[in-house]
C-alpha cells in the first residue's frame, strides 16, 4: 500500500477512535477533547503559514478571537446564533477571521522571517488592546459569559452532542486543509516555503499566494473561535492574548509542522498534559515548557518526525553492516 494512503487510513482510524470513545467516557474528558478539537482547527491554520509557507505568525489569536467576540455579542445583546441561526453565526466568525486578516495580510506579508513575526505579534496585541480596554462591547476585563448553548433540534446544551457537532467541523476543517495543501496552489506555497527566489523566476506571484494563504488560516481562525466561545462558555481578552498565539505555534511544531495532523496531536498533548499536571504540581508550566525545549533540540521535525528518522537511523545501520561485510572481501 501506498505510504500516503495509509497515512490516511491511519488517521481516518484515529478519528473514528475518538469519535467512538470519548462520548463513552466521563464528563471531563469530554469537554477536554471538544476544547482539544476546536483549538486544533486554529493550530492547523497556523500550521498553514509556519509548515506549508514558511511565515511563523504570532498573532493568530486574534482571528479566534474576531470569531469568538463575534459569537459571544451576537448572543447576549442579540439573542442572535441561539438556534438554527448558529450556522449563520459560523459563517459570520469565518468571515470576520478572514476579513481582519485581509487587512492585517497587507501589512504583515510585506515582511518575512523575525520581522514578520514581530508584526504579527504587534497586531495581535492591538485586537488585545481592543478587547480588554472597548468595556462597552466586549466587557473589558471581566469579559463576556454564554448562558446557553444553540438550540436547533440539536440541543447543544447536551455535552455529546455538542461534542460531536465541534467534531464535524474539525473533520470537514481538516478535509478542506489537506485538500488545500495537497493541491498546486499548495505545492506552490512548499515551494514558496523551500525558495521563493526560484519561484518569483518561475513566474509565480509569491506574495498573493502568500497572502491568500494568510486569508485561509485567518478564516479557519475565526471558525476556531466560534467553537471555542461555546466550548468555554466565556470568552474575554485572555482567549486574545500572547500566550494563546504562542501555544497554537509550540502546539503545531510539537505534532510536526507541515502535517496537519501534527498539530492535532499537539494540541491533545499540551491539553492533557496541562490538565494532568495542573492537578500534581504548582510549577507544571516549568514542566510543559522543558517539553518544548526537548522536542525543538531533540524532534525538530516534531512527534510526525519520528518514524522517519527511525528509518533513517535503520538504513544508516544497514549502510554500516553492508560496508563492514564488504570491508574483509575487499582486504
Keep these: 500500500m501506498h505510504s500516503e494512503s495509509l497515512k490516511i487510513l491511519l488517521v481516518v482510524g484515529a478519528l473514528a477512535a475518538i469519535a467512538v470513545v470519548v462520548p463513552n467516557t466521563n464528563s471531563f474528558l469530554i469537554l477536554l477533547a471538544t476544547r482539544a478539537l476546536a483549538f486544533a482547527i486554529l493550530v492547523m491554520s497556523v500550521d498553514i503559514l509556519l509548515g506549508y509557507t514558511g511565515l511563523p505568525s504570532l498573532g493568530q489569536a486574534a482571528y479566534l478571537g474576531v470569531g469568538a467576540y463575534m459569537t459571544a ?3 447576549t445583546k442579540y439573542q442572535f446564533g441561539l438556534g438554527y441561526d448558529f450556522w449563520l453565526v459560523v459563517v459570520f466568525g469565518i468571515l470576520g477571521g478572514a476579513a481582519l486578516a485581509a487587512v492585517f495580510g497587507l501589512l504583515a506579508i510585506r515582511a518575512s522571517g523575525v520581522y514578520f513575526l514581530m508584526i504579527t505579534l504587534a497586531l495581535g496585541q492591538c485586537v488585545w488592546g481592543l478587547a480588554y480596554r472597548w468595556n462597552s462591547l ?3 476585563d471581566n469579559g463576556i459569559n454564554l448562558r446557553e448553548r444553540p438550540k436547533f433540534g440539536l ?3 447536551n455535552e455529546v452532542t455538542f461534542f460531536y457537532v465541534v467534531f464535524a467541523c474539525f473533520a470537514v476543517s481538516l478535509l478542506l ?11 506552490s506555497l512548499a515551494g514558496i516555503r523551500e525558495r521563493e527566489l526560484r519561484m518569483k523566476i518561475l513566474g509565480y506571484n509569491t506574495w498573493l499566494h502568500k497572502y491568500i494563504a494568510f486569508i485561509i488560516a485567518g478564516a479557519f481562525g475565526g471558525l476556531s473561535g466560534v467553537l471555542w466561545a461555546h466550548t468555554a462558555g466565556i470568552v474575554s481578552p485572555e482567549n486574545v492574548v500572547l500566550t494563546t498565539s504562542v501555544d497554537a505555534l509550540l502546539m503545531a511544531v510539537l505534532g510536526g509542522a507541515g502535517t496537519l495532523i501534527g498539530g492535532v496531536i499537539g494540541s491533545f498533548i499540551v491539553f492533557g498534559l496541562r490538565e494532568y499536571l495542573s492537578t500534581i504540581v504548582p510549577w507544571w508550566q516549568y514542566v510543559l515548557g522543558i517539553v518544548y525545549i526537548l522536542t525543538i533540540l531533540y524532534l525538530p521535525t516534531g512527534l510526525m518526525g519520528i518514524p522517519e528518522r527511525i528509518r533513517q537511523r535503520r538504513a544508516s545501520a544497514q549502510r554500516r553492516n553492508d560496508a563492514k561485510k564488504l570491508a574483509p572481501a575487499a582486504s
Design 73 to 75: 455579542i451576537l448572543a
Design 177 to 187: 486543509m489537506y485538500t488545500l495543501v495537497r493541491s498546486p496552489f499548495g505545492r
Design 155 to 157: 440541543d447543544l446544551s
Design 138 to 140: 466586549t466587557g473589558g
